[in-house]
């Protein structure tokens, strides 16, 4: 009965005929029950003492609200333990606390859920259905609440086509400033190109050629086949005499053609006449039609000496080419009119890679010297490989090394010569049917099938195997078709404004109304005024080293997040209450400042800034704190804590205590001495770095620093991993430019642990993940009664029809649709939400079954097993990291990226590593609050101590201070970054002039 609410009670009354005043006290409903049928009766007696139950059980203090404050009642979503609490308005309110503490619950998916489904109930039933609707957040009452956006850590866009400039549209705007005042350049001679009106051409022909004798031509036919017939009948018709036809001048005679086998330029001489000022009437109206039949060009020849061409387009009058009249279009990468014909507008292409075909040519055909062809078998292609191999007397047990170039051009190419049709394997539906001659050819058949619209996606994965990126190279990467790269402001092209860092596109385009023309200002300076308002709202936010081609897809959480951010500046709007999700991850402590005032900015316009955040200096700028905790998962979900920062400092709660500097992580004593073995990188030239030289010793906590866009996840994610990955495990990843490295044969295993999910289907989970579910099930199957009932391990999995409820499939969960409204999802009526069926169930262990388990958190699991060696050491691992509040059974995805991180991190600790193992961390410490980070530390430093290396890239602070040795990148961000400015212990960088890093890690170390 807990889900009636208050207003669910008076509607049950009114069913029963009772008119309710809702005005009195609570017990004056009693009155009413004596007109209500008996079944009735006991149904709102229930409802009135849970009612009253639930009330008494309230765990926060409410604090007195106003008008100006959103008030929540009985927040009750995930963890949160029925909670009240009054959010001031119009200020900057951050909500901190331990990670899964409850933060998310309250922020998003209670305030912000019950924001978006208000929204979405101002639309007609009709149109909700097209649009969806949101479930209804387990909380009694929100008031206050104005509408909302929501600010997330996720990615904008995985579309290759999405890029910085698109999402905040100065693309777009860029796009109309190179329509409307760029300046058009011939790409054949680079000389600017003329653009003439009627009025300008007869004035030009009266200056050049007064006197002369002059004929005006119309181009009819330019560079085609064919005889014409007809066309010349159609002008000798309207009375036309004279035409041009490659070079020399005819009459048109009845029967006339050309020969329809040869390229021909015809023109037709529309007027012949001496320029004097009697004939200038006669001239304009000359030149006008010329132009007309001639779609706005014509040619002039002087005394059948000299050959003019003029063109109402833009011209090139060295050698004739035209553009078309620019439009925005022109200069869009994702339109056919302004896209590279070859990338069609990507930048870059796949390309067959012959070394992944031929990966080792010591290797014969039918030993799989051909990668694609794989060994000899009896598929279709490879049969029809042999028989073309012996028509051709090529060796097919040859190694491919001894063939030569033309037998092995016949196997990779074909035979182009012989036009038999072949009939293909044609499995599902995979490839087309038919294709023209004896043999395709390796290469052509990988190509036909990864552009054919008729191959599966798997299909084109498996082709993506042989096939690199690589920069196309009609557009050198640059997006755009060639006449749209000749168009230019102050000299430069619209592609080239668009791979320059913000900060100097910002410097560019401040001092440019002193390079344009008056015109050219007047028709820009909206457009400039857009631009720069936009531009500045980046750089604002510390997205400085960003460039406006920068692919969405490549943006970090927090910088994703910071361009949004900035974006909502911009809009100027007022009254919303705006939700963001730690929008400080990624961002070094030189650049917090401008996030700050990027927020305070956002208040002071007139709207609610709720931040979800760990970030000290963040806390501590904010008009309102609330901590909520005390501890994690089943142990949280309580305010702890709400007031100014100020006030917050003086009490003794966890938060406060790491605030108030009560609480520290330790900087440790001494510094690891490390194995005195290096792994020496040399020449990384990717991206903005600048072919630098690092070493990496090996056996140490290596922190790796710099501000944001300084190197570091090129050096590290896209050079230094793609290389150990291709040394330990023979990847396919390719690396980043660089020169050579060194000491490979120190490390045998390379592990990256980012924050991507364990899984993306509600069946993953934590005990699936780590790969102790599979023991537990053993386990299970090892009972007496598991055993006498002929059980293995399968029967306990929910995946497996013999063991899992029939039902509900092993979800737990059914879904109700409810056309209009949002989907309801209920427990399974039979199994009530335990996934397995009763057979399965009557099995225990220690009196719990196997779905008990799953529901148990790592805490109460650990105290289970602990009889259990081989999974009590997998589980407290689980706790180790800090994730003993979540349960073994909890949905991959309703995990954070952090908590998912530290899933995996403690896979990797339970496995028994060699000491030669290379971790890899990129900002592990993201959504962590302080006690978490110690306990991270903790987990790090255990890997050290057993040999291994493990490498972080971070900008927290209580991080860098505890590793043995620092690599900082700067000293800037983009083009002002790539160097490496120091290699040492966090003592020694202190001392560095050039690091912002040292500024900042100078106070921690004290």
């Known amino acids: 009965m807990n889900w009636y609410s208050r207003h669910q009670f008076e509607i049950l009354c009114q069913n029963e005929f009772l008119w309710i005043n809702s005005g009195k006290p609570f017990i004056s409903y009693a009155l009413a029950l004596f007109r209500i049928r008996c ?53 900057l309110v951050v909500i901190t606390g331990i990670s899964g503490s409850g933060k998310s619950s309250l922020a998003f998916d209670t305030i912000y859920a019950e924001g978006q489904r208000r929204y979405m109930e101002t639309f007609g039933a009709y149109a909700r259905q097209f649009i969806g609707d949101m479930e ?207 990338c069609k507008g990507l930048g870059n292409v796949y390309t067959i890679s012959m070394d992944l075909v031929l990966p080792d040519p010591s290797l014969s055909v039918k030993e799989g010297g051909i990668a694609p062809l794989g060994e000899e078998r009896d598929a279709s292609v490879f049969q029809q490989v042999i028989e073309f191999s012996r028509r051709h007397k090529i060796g097919l047990d040859k190694p491919v090394k001894d063939l030569s170039k033309a037998q092995l051009d016949l196997l990779l190419y074909g035979d182009k010569g012989i036009s038999a049709t072949l009939t293909v394997d044609d499995e599902e539906g995979a490839i087309p049917t038919e294709y023209t001659g004896s043999y395709e050819g390796i290469i052509p058949m990988l190509k036909r099938w990864f552009i054919s619209p008729n191959s599966t996606d798997f299909l084109r994965e498996w082709v993506e195997k042989y096939m690199q990126l690589a920069t196309c190279h009609s557009c050198n990467g640059q997006r755009l078709k060639k006449e749209s790269l000749w168009f230019r402001v102050n000299g430069r092209n619209i592609a080239e404004l668009c791979q320059m860092n913000l900060d100097n596109l910002a410097a560019w385009f401040d001092g440019i109304e002193l390079m344009l023309e008056n015109k050219q200002k007047t028709i820009a300076k909206d457009v400039l005024k857009e631009i720069r308002e936009r531009l500045q709202f980046l750089l604002d936010v510390g997205l400085t080293y960003l460039t406006l081609f920068r692919p969405s897809k490549s943006l970090s959480g927090g910088e994703s997040q910071r361009i949004r951010l900035a974006t909502q500046i911009g809009s100027q709007l007022q009254g919303i209450t705006y939700i963001l999700d730690e929008p400080s991850i990624g961002l070094h402590q030189r650049d917090n400042h401008r996030l700050i005032d990027a927020l305070k900015n956002l208040r002071d316009i007139g709207n609610s800034v709720l931040v979800v955040e760990h970030d000290k200096d963040i806390m501590l700028a904010a008009d309102h704190l609330i901590d909520i905790g005390p501890k994690a998962g089943f142990h949280g979900g309580r305010i702890v804590a709400q007031g100014d920062p100020a006030s917050i400092l003086s009490l003794d709660t966890l938060t406060a205590g790491y605030l108030n500097g009560h609480h520290r992580i330790a900087v440790p004593k001494e510094r690891r001495k490390g194995n005195g073995k290096f792994l020496e990188l040399k020449g990384a030239g990717g991206n903005n770095l600048r072919k630098v030289d690092v070493k990496f010793p090996l056996g140490k906590f290596i922190g790796v620093t710099g501000v944001s866009g300084s190197g570091k996840s090129t050096l590290i994610n896209e050079t230094l991993y793609p290389i150990l990955s291709k040394h330990a495990y023979d990847s396919k990843a390719n690396p980043l430019a660089f020169q050579s490295i060194k000491g490979l044969e120190h490390i045998d295993k390379v592990i990256e642990i980012d924050q991507s999910p364990i899984g993306r289907t509600p069946r993953s989970n934590p005990a699936t993940y780590c790969g102790f579910f599979t023991e537990i099930r053993t386990l299970f199957a090892s009972i007496p009664e598991a055993k006498i009932r002929g059980y293995n391990a399968g029967r306990f999995s929910f995946n497996v029809k013999t063991g899992r409820c029939d039902v509900c499939e092993g979800g737990g969960m059914r879904v109700i649709e409810m056309n209009f409204l949002p ?180 106070l921690e170390l004290g």
């Open 823 to 1002: 989907d309801v999802y209920v427990h399974c009526e039979k199994c009530n939400g335990k996934r397995y069926n009763r057979e399965t169930l009557e099995i225990r262990y220690k009196g719990k079954s196997i779905a008990d388990v799953l529901e148990m958190t790592v805490e109460e699991a650990v105290e289970f097993f602990q009889p259990v060696p081989y999974l009590y050491r997998k589980i407290k691992v689980l706790e180790e990291v800090g994730l003993g509040y979540i349960t073994l059974g909890q949905s991959a995805v309703t995990l954070s990226g952090g908590e998912a991180q530290r899933v995996k991190l403690s896979t990797e600790l339970s496995k028994k590593d060699t000491g030669k193992t290379f971790y890899i961390l990129d900002e592990p410490t993201t959504g962590l609050h302080f006690e978490d980070i110690q306990h991270l530390l903790d987990v790090l430093n255990k890997l050290v101590d057993r040999g291994n290396t493990v490498l972080v890239i971070e900008h927290n602070l209580d991080v860098i201070k505890v590793a043995d040795h620092i690599i900082d990148l700067g000293p800037e961000g983009g083009d002002g970054g790539g160097r490496i400015l120091f290699e040492g212990s966090p003592e020694e960088l202190v001392k560095n002039r050039e690091s912002y890093t040292a500024q900042f890690l100078k």
């Open 39 to 91: 079944s009735t009766i006991l149904r709102i007696s229930i409802f009135v003492a849970e009612f009253m139950a639930k009330s008494s059980k309230k765990e926060a203090v409410v604090i007195p609200a106003d008008k100006e404050s959103i008030e929540v009642f009985g927040a009750r979503v995930h963890n949160l333990k029925n909670i009240d609490i009054a959010i001031p308005r119009n200020q």
């Open 136 to 342: 209804r957040p387990d909380v009694d009452k929100i008031t206050g609440l104005s509408p909302v956006i929501s600010i997330e850590q996720k990615t904008t866009n995985k579309n290759p086509r999405s890029t910085v400039g698109t999402v905040t549209e100065i693309y777009d705007f860029v796009r109309l400033l190179y329509a409307r005042i760029g300046e058009a350049y011939s790409y054949n001679t680079g000389k600017k190109m003329v653009k003439w009106s009627e009025e300008e051409i007869v004035a030009n022909i009266f200056q050049k050629y007064k006197g002369k004798k002059i004929a005006l031509l119309a181009p009819m036919v330019r560079g085609r086949k064919g005889h014409y017939r007809e066309l010349f009948e159609d002008l000798r018709k309207k009375g036309f005499l004279k035409v041009r036809v490659d070079g020399e001048i005819k009459d048109l005679v009845p029967k006339m053609q050309v020969d329809r086998y040869a390229i021909h330029d015809i023109e037709l001489v529309v007027d012949r006449l001496q320029v004097t000022a009697d004939l200038q009437a006669r001239l304009s109206q000359s030149v006008q039609q010329t132009l007309k039949l001639g779609k706005d060009l014509m040619f002039l020849q002087v005394e059948e000496k000299q050959f003019v061409q003029y063109s109402k387009l833009l011209m090139c009058e060295d050698t004739g080419i035209s553009y078309e009249e620019p439009s925005p279009n022109a200069f869009s990468f994702n339109s056919p009119y302004g896209a590279c014909p070859v």
